[in-house]
């Protein structure tokens, strides 16, 4: 995720970590030019598919992608991982995935190699998934939980999902008691794709601390994260840069998408034979203007009679932008009329906000590792702005109704 230190040790993190990639790159490749001369159960390969199919029950708006008509281009996808065994302690992993979104980024999620000195304690270097939620590691495989889509409020669009870097993992397991404990660092200098916009994305000194306690059926988790990030949207920088070159200080650096990050999350699970409960919060503090300080919760819970399982979800969040700032004078002359009215129209594009969803759904394994899943969701934005909704017009009331069905596979 996103951060900054200030001890030298961290101030020199971007020299070492530049190198990450070529290091992954040539030991992971090493190993597969070396496979005629190992056996072949070193070698591992394994994959996820999702077909997703949603259908938003409004004509006055868009959601996700999703409109008033059936379309199964926005969370389907394919990912492909390869594993390899180099030695007793070394392993490299692979993983690629391709997504059918005009939001989503296909290519390289994982290239890292991880070094496990003992049973309890393990280090991954390279390209790696960030560990912000309880489900991170698991986000595009929707085999792995029970919802379509994993409620919003919580797992928004991340813009730095993935960081460069080096991960270490402490697990202890006993008779009654598990524990895990993991820290990371690392940076990311990546383009994202974000509502048809490219947006580079530089995040320097990424740092990060999770720990778990699982305890019979109950699993605790808890996780800080933080982070130093620099989000380039085109546009919105000439016309910062235009507002600093005029003197107006202030208006420009509220249009800035640079600063610093924390990120807080903390989420409690219980599963049995015939029951399951879930709940995960989370809270966001940033000084970007495109990213909201955000808090968000939901709470699920269901029931199990296999191969099949119900399920009922609320989610909620409230997302706070930072003011706009009466800088610019009005009525002075045509230009700076014109230059506040351009600085206006910006800052209307946002504006805070606090959305809901109520959803229900179920699941059927048919088989170890095929199942169909439906989900059916009540979406409203209950104060303020524009939430979870775009391309709205007029006659938009700030609440649809949004179905899904889902076939998830691993294999």
Known sequence: MLIKWTTPAFRNLKKYTMYLHVTCVALFF???????????????FSGFARAVAGYLNEDDAQYLGYENKVSFAEQSLLGIQVDYQISKNFSATAQAIGRTGDDNDSGIEWLYVTYTPTTS??????RQR???????????????????LLPQQVYQQFLFPNFDGLHANY????????????AYFGELDRNFIYKGESLNTNVDNILGMVS???????????????????????????????LRGLGFIQSADSLL??????????????????YFFRSEASRLRTGLFLAPDTNG??????????PFSVYASFARDTNKYSAAISEIPFGVNQQLDQLAYGYQQITAQVGNNSTVS?????????????????????????????????????????KAMFYQLALEWVF
């Open 257 to 274: 998408n640079k600063g610093f990050t924390r990120f807080y999350q903390l989420s409690v699970f219980y599963e049995d034979v015939d």
């Open 212 to 242: 778990s306690l699982g305890y019979e059926g109950w699993t605790f988790r808890a996780s800080f994260h933080q982070g130093d990030a620099d989000v380039t949207q085109e546009e919105l920088s000439e016309f910062s840069n235009m």
């Open 297 to 306: 919760y939901f709470v699920s819970g269901g029931m199990n009679f296999y």
């Open 358 to 398: 109520y959803s229900i759904g179920g699941r059927w394994d048919w088989n170890e590792n095929l199942a169909f899943k439906m989900q059916t969701s009540l979406l409203k934005e209950r104060d303020g702005f524009e939430g979870i909704f775009v391309n709205r017009n007029s006659n938009f009331d700030g």
């Open 121 to 126: 304690l393990r280090f991954k270097l390279g």
């Open 171 to 182: 697990e202890h397991i006993g008779e009654d008691i598990s524990l895990s404990i993991e």
């Open 30 to 44: 090493s190993c597969v030019t070396s496979l005629h001369a190992q056996t072949e159960d070193k070698l591992q």
């Open 130 to 148: 960030t560990p912000v939620f309880s489900y991170s590691d698991y986000l595009d495989v929707g085999f792995a939980y029970n919802w379509v």
